[in-house]
């Protein structure tokens, strides 16, 4: 009797926690939905617009390579920390993801076009992370600063998994803060182009999304 009671009760408790879980789950998703998104002011008539994919260097240096992009920063978004840093993110404790910040033009190159970057540049498959790079600091995120952007990200995740038949990794978050990672993470791939990773991973990644993706590229002077 003691063994069947024991039984019993072992099968409630794992219920219970299991139920627990699920609920904690379920707020933290709600929360996440009822955060409102944080909306950039343009400057200089120019817009900004936040992804995670992997390897900050890798996206870094693909945006940077697309027309209507002035600058693409490197740095970290997503988490629940202040002041992140390389080191702390890479952890996987503070939640954020390497990320980069796109200053772009938008009467060059639009906020859905972007979005076709992202897709079009990485694994849209790998769930936390990009390659060779794993871990939750390395998982895919696309952030939106309003109603319009997040129907358009949507739309087109919902289009790509339909067309792989697959389920797509990106998570879709209100941008709340970018925080700008160290100096010499900054234009990384262009400083160390003799860097293992970037020879052998970085570079890569470049070529060929500007292979699949020649009508974006910046005209070379």
């Not at 870094?60 to 629940?80: L, M, N, P, R």
């Not at 390497?98 to 849209?124: C, M, R, W």
Request: hydrophobic share 30%; net charge positive.
């Amino acid at each position: 009797m003691k063994k069947i009671a024991y039984i019993i009760l072992t099968a409630a408790f794992i219920l219970t926690s299991c139920q627990s879980n699920s609920q904690s789950a379920t707020n933290k998703n709600n929360n996440t939905q009822n955060i409102e998104p944080v909306q950039v002011e343009s400057t200089d008539g120019l817009e900004r617009a936040y992804f995670a994919s992997g390897c900050f260097w890798c996206v870094e240096a693909v945006y940077e390579s697309v027309k209507g992009v002035k600058e693409s920063i490197s740095g970290y978004s997503g988490g629940h920390t202040q002041n992140p840093t390389y080191q702390s993110s890479n952890t996987g404790r503070t939640g954020h993801a390497e990320a980069v910040e796109i200053i772009y033009d938008p009467k060059i190159i639009s906020f859905a076009t972007l979005v076709d970057v992202y897709f079009g540049s990485q694994n849209p498959t790998q769930i936390n992370g990009q390659g060779p790079d794993h871990g939750s600091q390395y998982r895919s995120i696309i952030f939106y600063q309003n109603e319009d952007q997040k129907k358009v990200i949507e739309e087109k995740k919902t289009a790509l998994a339909k067309k792989l038949n697959r389920r797509i990794a990106a998570e879709i978050l209100p941008f709340q803060k970018f925080w700008k990672g160290e100096g010499y993470h900054q234009d990384y791939e262009k400083r160390n182009p003799g860097n293992p990773y970037i020879r052998n991973v970085s570079i890569p990644r470049l070529l060929k999304f500007q292979k699949n993706f020649p009508e974006l590229i910046k005209e070379k002077h």
